[in-house]
């Protein structure tokens, strides 16, 4: 079984998105405000977290911040204003991994919460209808960089560097296919997943941030270049370990 945090601030949606989720055999946390469901994200572990932006309190983009923060992986799916694209894009940069905009339909809801279901378990390499425990994937070593998949972890010159959850997607995607050119719109649908047409700049700033974490000298990368007027690419000419 699943767990699931709900946090929403409208009692009768937070219900009423509780019911279908247990539908799906998900047991349901409901919180209200913001900082309860920070609390409740803090101190359970959740296979993901359902999260308004508008609440009391702190309000959820402060929240998602926070969870983004600690060292483990938690999908978040946004239930965001339909007005409001600043939210949206801001939520996304911080590490959400999927928006709803209200009023929202419940089946695309549940269609989007048995999304993040199936990629939390390709992540974990581990199929959705499985139980058993998720098989051991190796290692990966570029040149001076080193990737586990398992641990999350990422090694540059030996030396651990702390990423966000979608910072090292953003780069195990790219050290899987070295030399592979990716337009924006590619990278958004291989790691963002579908949906975010319009969001290409999301990319751009998370590659400046992840190439100021791996990089020696972020404005000559080694790692992730540029292939001007296409996309990016790992490069292909670091020695495989």
């Not at 999927?98 to 419940?106: A, Q």
């Not at 958004?188 to 190439?211: A, K």
Request: glycine share 8%; hydrophobic share 40%.
């Amino acid at each position: 079984m699943r767990n699931v945090l709900v946090v929403e601030d409208n009692r009768d949606l937070g219900q009423l998105v509780s019911l279908h989720l247990r539908d799906l055999a998900c047991s349901v946390t409901l919180a209200h405000d913001g900082l309860t469901g920070w609390q409740q994200a803090e101190r359970n572990d959740f296979d993901l977290i359902i999260l308004d932006i508008m609440l009391p309190g702190i309000d959820g983009l402060e929240v998602c911040r926070r969870i983004r923060a600690r060292a483990s992986y938690t999908p978040i799916l946004m239930l965001t204003s339909k007005t409001s694209e600043l939210d949206r894009v801001v939520g996304l940069e911080m590490g959400a991994d999927d928006y709803v905009s209200k009023p929202f339909s419940l089946l695309e809801l549940i269609a989007r919460v048995k999304a993040l279901f199936r990629r939390s378990a390709a992540l974990n390499n581990t199929p959705a209808n499985a139980s058993g425990q998720p098989a051991t994937e190796t290692a990966r070593q570029l040149g001076g960089l080193a990737i586990d998949p398992v641990a999350r972890s990422v090694h540059v010159n030996k030396k651990s560097t702390e990423l966000t959850a979608r910072e090292f997607d953003l780069l195990y995607f790219f050290a899987q296919h070295p030399g592979r050119v990716y337009s924006r719109t590619q990278l958004l649908d291989g790691v963002w997943g579908r949906g975010y047409e319009g969001y290409e700049h999301t990319v751009n700033s998370h590659i400046n941030r992840l190439r100021a974490k791996i990089e020696t000298d972020p404005q000559h990368p080694q790692f992730i270049l540029t292939v001007w007027g296409v996309g990016y690419k790992f490069n292909e000419t670091l020695t495989t370990n």
